[in-house]
């Protein structure tokens, strides 16, 4: 599911959606538990920073060590999660 297939809607529309049947959710499924104020209370919003798109000449060693770890598919996010690590371990 891509990023763009998402809508953002209101509470009492979801509802209203659900009641009308147009959603996926099978009809048994169980309704989770209020999470109540205290679970926010301590809650920080973080804005999600933009991405950069680059053109990276790699080894073939690099690279064909990261397909290989990730299957054949995903290389590209192991790569982006290792850079992340580096990033956050020398803030």
Known sequence: MSVNSFVRMSLEAARAKRDRGETRTREDAPIGPSLG????????????QGRKSVHLRLQAEVYDFFVAQSGGKGHIKKMQQVLKAYVDAHK
Do not use: T
């Not at 104020?37 to 999600?48: G, M, R, S, T, Y």
């Open 37 to 48: 104020p205290d679970f926010w209370a301590d809650a920080v919003l973080v804005e999600p």
